[in-house]
């Protein structure tokens, strides 16, 4: 047998397509000693999901990766031990020297759970499932997998077979005589035996060879192209590959899907006939989320912990129940307590509890597993301080923006101004020209100057008739009229779901481009959130007033200015709520999507962005 990996399989290449993340971490300036058997398993799977689990610790759960644990509840418990080694491993053991344990099939003379073993002279580590011995002193590793056996002739495919190979190699570099390995199938209830050949070892050693220098490279492997292995993948969402694949190919500023390009573009331009050739991409992540969140704006009222459930129980409101697996995220207004129970198991189910004031005013969060990705934080605050890289960003917000409230007037206003139609494509294009981010806060005001003029127009039935929602601009702390009322709120509601998608993304909220780092402000949040508050935020309130769900009785007005009253901060939850479920089409992939859904793409693509991986950050500007 030869040890030399290289061999066998040869160390490829710089991939073309990846590019250098722009970072030097201290800790990458050598291999790691050990590489985890499932590394194996996930390298000679996909390079990148590879470097994007063990390099930046990026991790998520889907259906697969939930039913996989189930498959090893047993596996997954402590128990038995293995006897020592044989001095000569042809040797036959004692049997009657070992714990003695009884499996479902027969009696063994031993069995051990949870196996961990390491070796540096392999450079490999393994937590192995359950390893079986005999009376003859063999032993036999088995791996617990989901999913059914497959039609095989070698009984299961190469990245499984390499991580139960990588098992054996342990096994036997610890002294102990070991031939062969299993798989457990639990969907199919079948034990498959895996043989360890010459070949097997030398791939198994060269892919622990290649998965050290994947971590040490300062290249982010290219996503699979086209490939069936992203279906059914739980880091889908984080890798994003059909969309780097696809922003690699068009610039992100003129990618656009058939049914956008018409209409996003000025009437004086013509539709990218490329574009517009190009199909919807994969969707390879659920549109929406069944989970949802729990508001709680009832002052005084206390959340406990009930079995799997939140309980809220208000002073004067009846008990609310919220399952545990049902809620997102839980958003806290005013004077609300929540117990430490409630707040820890939270924590540990990664649901992220968000801190307002009464008004709506963000103070921030509390979550459990932070991101691990180091890298990408990095990369966010070398970006910070990058003039360029602040003013680029900064330009492709404000323009899309602008061009985002000209569609909003288009599509709701009887009579849309051809003036303020033109000046806000004038400013959009004077913003991706501006040189300095003073200019832009400039256009930015000129143009919601010029935006807010005409969103009375917007309004209709009584709303528009009744006069208790005329709109003279936009004002703040406090709102001096019901709409600014409504728009402030759900201006805060925007803020606090861009904070919880940037920092599931690995993202500090803070650490902003555009709006510059202050104490407390969630400065990122609210430099991804320019483009939509028009698309989501301004379009709840104009559809509520336009339905009726509000009139002058909803609002407490003071000279000093004017509040919501909590029936109706209520039904506003629920209307924004309705629109970050509701699925649009993407307007650069093409596929259907939830806005919940948009705005952790959009995270995930300013990483990417940071990262160096794709050249820009993709505006969204809606049809």
Request: glycine share 6%; net charge neutral.
């Amino acid at each position: 047998m030869s040890n030399d990996p290289a061999s066998v399989i040869p160390l490829p290449v710089a991939d073309p397509r990846a590019k250098p993340l722009p970072r030097r971490l201290p800790l990458a300036g050598a291999p790691p000693d050990l590489v985890p058997a499932r590394m194996i398993n996930e390298a000679l799977y996909c390079e990148r999901l590879l470097y994007l689990e063990w390099a930046q610790g990026e991790f998520a759960d889907n259906a697969f990766t939930v039913e996989g644990r189930v498959a090893h509840k047993r596996a997954d418990q402590p128990g038995g031990k293995l006897p020592p080694p044989p001095a000569d491993p042809a040797a036959p053991v004692d049997a009657s020297a070992a714990e003695m344990e009884t499996s479902s099939d027969a009696p063994l003379p031993y069995q051990a759970r949870t196996l961990w073993l390491s070796s540096e002279r392999l450079g490999i580590t393994a937590k192995i499932d359950v390893v079986e011995g005999d009376a003859d002193g063999r032993v036999v590793p088995i791996e617990y997998k989901r999913g059914k056996a497959p039609e095989l002739p070698e009984g299961a495919y190469l990245p499984e077979r390499a991580q139960l190979c990588a098992q054996v190699l342990l096994l036997r570099d610890h002294g102990y005589r070991c031939d062969e390995a299993a798989i457990y199938f639990a969907g199919s209830r079948q034990r498959v035996a895996i043989v360890i050949d010459e070949a097997l070892v030398s791939t198994t050693l060269a892919t622990v060879v290649r998965a050290r220098e994947l971590t040490v490279r300062t290249e982010l492997p290219p996503p699979l192209v086209d490939s069936p292995k992203c279906n059914g993948c739980s880091l889908v969402g984080i890798c994003l590959p059909d969309e780097i694949n696809l922003l690699h190919r068009v610039e992100p500023s003129k990618a656009a899907p058939p049914r956008a390009v018409a209409e996003i573009l000025p009437s004086d331009e013509e539709p990218d006939e490329e574009a517009a050739a190009r199909p919807a991409l994969r969707r390879l992540h659920p549109a929406s989320d069944d989970k949802l969140p729990l508001y709680v704006q009832d002052q005084g009222a206390r959340i406990t912990l009930d079995g799997d459930c939140l309980v809220v129980q208000g002073r004067k409101t009846p008990r609310t129940d919220a399952r545990l697996p049902n809620t997102s995220h839980v958003a806290l207004y005013g004077n609300v307590q929540i117990t430490a129970q409630a707040l820890r198991a939270l924590l540990e189910r990664n649901v992220p509890v968000s801190f307002l004031s009464y008004g709506g005013w963000y103070y921030g969060r509390a979550t459990g597993f932070d991101s691990k990705n180091v890298e990408l934080r990095l990369a966010q605050h070398r970006a910070a301080t990058d003039p360029a890289f602040c003013l680029r960003m900064a330009r492709g917000l404000v323009a899309s923006k602008a061009r985002n409230s000209r569609t909003l007037l288009r599509r709701n206003h009887a009579e849309p101004p051809a003036v303020v139609l033109s000046e806000l494509e004038q400013l959009a294009r004077k913003a991706e020209r501006a040189e300095a981010l003073d200019s832009l806060l400039g256009l930015e005001g000129t143009a919601a100057r010029s935006y807010f003029g005409a969103f009375t127009g917007m309004l209709k039935g009584d709303a528009a008739m009744s006069g208790t929602f005329d709109l003279d601009g936009r004002n703040r702390r406090p709102p001096k009229d019901p709409i600014n009322a409504l728009l402030s709120f759900v201006y805060s509601l925007l803020t606090k779901d861009f904070a919880l998608a940037l920092s599931a993304a690995g993202l500090d909220p803070l650490l902003g481009f555009y709006h510059q780092p202050r104490f407390g402000r969630p400065a990122l949040a609210l430099d991804l959130m320019e483009e939509f508050r028009p698309i989501v935020a301004d379009s709840v309130v104009i559809g509520a007033l336009n339905g009726g769900s509000f009139a002058t009785e909803d609002f407490l007005i003071h000279p000093s200015g004017v509040a919501m009253r909590p029936a109706a901060r209520k039904r506003l939850l629920l209307a924004y709520e309705r629109r970050m479920d509701q699925l649009i089409v993407h307007p650069v992939f093409g596929y259907r999507i939830s806005y919940r859904r948009v705005f952790e793409v959009q995270a995930r693509l300013l990483g990417r962005c940071l990262l160096g991986e794709i050249d820009g950050y993709p505006s969204f500007r809606t049809r």
